[in-house]
């Protein structure tokens, strides 16, 4: 068998790290014959809690798991870990403006850049789950430069990526294996950009494109788009909490990908730092179609995007460009 990973998951005690460390501890990411330690990580008040979740996962007695560390403090969490997961951030609270809670998240990613910094491997990766995950992930990448390389950072869109293909699926009367290509563009936002236009329809044993397989363009070009973007609002109305079980399957459906790769003639969504591809300005970290192959993902260039798709995808860019801005800002005056 071969060594253990080492999987860092941020925000260990709250809802979507609950389900994310079970999926990661049985071998849904890296594999059944792939042995992990699991570090967790949460705040100070949070311990107790924590301590509840590394009892649980001793009391899987999973064959995969190695080791659990529960740590309140960055040094403990972030030595030599393989791979991270973070998904604790400041929460929006009642009455907080947009430019309070990036400030907030500036100086948690800020400190956990300079972390990875400090105390992980050049080759570890890392996800970004927290909100605003693209901007967390272009401060924690800005902090660790030097030591790691910017395309090991990423943020989560992999959730909308997913409602996205599930929703195409029902609409065509079809499977979740028939379908392929979907696309989410941009941020991790109600600004994304759930295009369907490159996606594929296995459907009656043939293959066609996503308008055809539906046979509504205006659902495609209106309530699709908007479902998929609001999908996060209807679950918290419905559940009164958010959507923490399908955010950990996603979580572990981009790391899964970025170990192992994508299958052959498929790609799936993450926000990674742009190239310039598709006229993205370079380093913003933007939800885009990639493939994976060795560790390594390549964003897939040559898609056509006609006007409706680049009207869509020019406003969660000018999004995005803003809140980089303010959190570039908000660096500069936080002190730590
Ligand atoms: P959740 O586990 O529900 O959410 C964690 C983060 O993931 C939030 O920023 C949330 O954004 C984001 N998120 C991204 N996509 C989704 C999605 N589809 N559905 C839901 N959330 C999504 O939050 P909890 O409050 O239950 O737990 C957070 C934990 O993080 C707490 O235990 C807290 O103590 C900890 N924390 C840890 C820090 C650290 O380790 N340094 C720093 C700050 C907090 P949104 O808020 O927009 O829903």
Redesign the pocket.
Known sequence: MAAPLRVLV????????YSLVLQIAKGDVFGADQPVVLVL???P??AA?LEGVQFELTDCALTTLRGVEAVTD?KS?FTNIDYAFL??????KEGMERKDLLAANVR?FKS?GKALADFSKPTTKVIV???P?NTNAFIAAKYAAGKIPARNFSA?TR?DHNRATAQVALKSGVTIGDVKNVIIWGN?SSTQFPDVKHAKVNKGGSETDAYSAVGDSAWLQGPFISLVQKR?AA?IERRK????M??AK?ACDHIRNWHVGTPAGEWVSMAVPSDGSYGIPEGLIFSFPVTVEGGEWKIVQGLDLDDFAKAKIAATTKELEEERDEALAACADSKQ
Do not use: K, W
């Not at 941020?10 to 790290?17: D, Y």
């Not at 909490?241 to 923490?244: F, V």
């Open positions: 941020t925000g260990a005690a709250g809802q979507i790290g990580l949460d705040i008040p949070m809690v960055e969490a998904v604790g951030a400041m929460p929006r948690i956990q789950v927290g909100n995950a989560m959730l991790h996060g679950i909490l958010s959507s923490a399908s955010a996603a």
